[in-house]
């Protein structure tokens, strides 16, 4: 018995709420290690590699 667009459409929203939370979950991993590392300032980062690359 083929699957229902009614049923497909359902669980579209499912694995799109369970990606975002996976992503907010490693946001939080990377901005705590950054935290942790003391780098995070990126402006400051990036700003030498910028100034000195010609465009």
Known sequence: MPRSSANRKSRTPIWVAIGAIFLI?????????ADLTGNTDVA???APYIVNTPS
């Open 44 to 46: 400051a980062f990036l």
């Open 25 to 33: 979950i490693l946001l939080i991993i990377w901005l705590t290690f």
